[in-house]
């Protein structure tokens, strides 16, 4: 496989890590990318100095490539900018906030830029910006998401249509047979999160990760639409939002019910009654803990079959 | 093109035109059989003796296989059941109800029947009850939908895992890009609404027609969860809906607010304000005005295309 995606990285498998809270530190991003995809460090649940501890480590850990994931809009992401340029990291995924105001500067200074989006509009803006790749993640996506809900299988075809740089699809991405029908749809590469979360080396709390492997087809739903939606999964806590969603609660209300720390309670802490668990819809179709080397091999290997076995080949 | 739906219906092409209420007589089932796909008659919006003049029609309209897609939860279901009978259709696609009551009488009568599911789960009762193929729709398609809320692309690949008869994909299929992700996914055919719904054939008001040309990304949505979920287009009627689901409307209000004939204003009168508009996600890609023959020749081609331009062939 050699395509704008595996030059604009140098990586062997067009299969890219999800950087996600509370799961993907270095060791999750080293293992990705020492299999020939592309691991991504999570900065959206580390404190600055932790972040540098990981970007260190994952130095160590691969001599890959590997990136990090940064939400925007968080009030610190500055200080992570810097630290992230400090470092030498080559690669940054963007997301939660408006491409404009970092791409240029984090360009210029050498790094690849890679912009999340949930809807064509905000993927037009992403080409303008300069960026050098987008994640186009789908309604089916684990986490936070977009008001569009626009599926992975209606968002690649309408954004590849619209912008001319490559797209990353995200979101529902549990198999080789799903990459395949990523790239049936224009993508040039895939970001898969909820698989990674429940591997061996995700550093989510192994409650978690079992919860993951015992869950079952529509046990997780988009939610918390009136502050931020994001997609979790079933337990006692959704339940409390779901009843409160219905009855018509506020926007004030859903925040005191959300508090403070709930996905750290629940990803990382283990507290599977009580904590915010965010994850995707292929959560269903894992039923066993793999490292993310078999993952990665798992899912390349299945992306060739599936797309050799095709009609019309 | 020669598999298991091909073989099953005797069409041409694996490509099926939904069943959709208002939008689909003789007329355009007739017009999707002529072009080699399969054509259905929409029974849900039809009276019995309306029925009945619709399948008698197509009959002269055309010489190739065509069906009717009928809810079996609606009161007067035995009725169009023998009807479909009497009438000699071969092909009968069920959906809104339970595949086991049905099926062994209809495949004693000599029909192929086709039951609609949201879930793997559904489908491995499908499968049980005898049906000889399930069509599998996603969270995107337009109209009736599960609670599960599960994508196309997570959809398939889950309930190919657990049932033997063949898929049919459905929702978010709007092209035939998306129809090669489709059979990516395992689907052996492509139902496709909501293009067919904005041809020159469907029986669409023309107001609704040109309002799904307009549509843009994001404007539908699911909506009407306390009652039974159903994906509307944005217009006056929706927003009301939007609010009073927000504000934690109840299910009676709701059925207060959606009162009688909505559908039938918003899709059939072409009341585009105040009535309720079925349609899928890939309404946004929907740009002019089609005859239901250049749709199923624009699918098929585009679908060989993608799959002779994918790697590894």
Avoid at 64 to 76: A, Y
Avoid at 116 to 140: L, Q, T, W, Y
Avoid at 229 to 253: C, I, M, T, W, Y
Wanted: aromatic share 6%; charged share 25%; with cysteine.
């Amino acid at each position: 496989m050699n395509n704008r995606i595996t030059k604009l990285f140098g990586i062997k498998y067009p299969i890219i890590q999800g950087g996600m809270i509370w799961c993907s530190g270095a060791k999750l991003a080293a293992a990705v990318s020492n299999a020939g995809g592309l691991g991504l460090i999570g900065a959206g649940s580390m404190y600055p100095d932790i972040l540098r501890g990981h970007i260190k480590k994952c130095k160590i850990l691969t001599d890959k490539p590997f990136g990090v994931n940064l939400p925007l809009l968080m009030g610190d992401a500055e200080e992570k900018i810097n630290i992230i340029i400090e470092e030498g990291v080559k690669i940054i995924f963007t997301s939660a906030g408006s491409p404009k105001k970092w791409t240029p500067f984090l360009k210029e200074n050498g790094l690849k830029v890679v912009h999340i989006v949930a809807a064509s509009k905000h993927g037009i803006k992403c080409e303008v910006a300069g960026v050098d790749a987008i994640v186009a993640e789908g309604f089916e996506a684990g986490g936070h998401n977009g008001r569009e809900e626009t599926t992975t299988m209606c968002l690649i075809p309408k954004i590849t249509q619209e912008v001319n740089i490559p797209i990353i699809a995200a979101g529902g991405i549990g198999s080789g047979r799903a990459m395949a029908a990523a790239f049936a749809l224009g993508a040039e590469a895939v970001q898969i999160g909820s698989l990674f979360a429940a591997s061996k080396e995700s550093s989510a709390h192994k409650n978690f990760k079992q919860k993951i492997i015992e869950s079952k087809e529509g046990e997780t739903l988009l939610m918390l639409k009136k502050l931020a939606p994001v997609r979790l999964l079933s337990n006692a806590f959704s339940f409390e939002v779901f009843e409160q969603e219905s009855g018509g609660a506020s926007k004030d209300e859903l925040k005191e019910l959300l508090g403070k720390a709930r996905a750290k309670r629940g990803m990382f802490e283990g507290d599977l009654l009580e904590g915010e668990l965010e994850i995707g819809q292929v959560s269903s179709m894992i039923d066993n803990l793999k490292s993310a080397g078999e993952i990665v091999e798992e899912v390349w290997k299945e992306f060739q079959d599936v797309l050799e076995q095709l009609p019309y080949n």
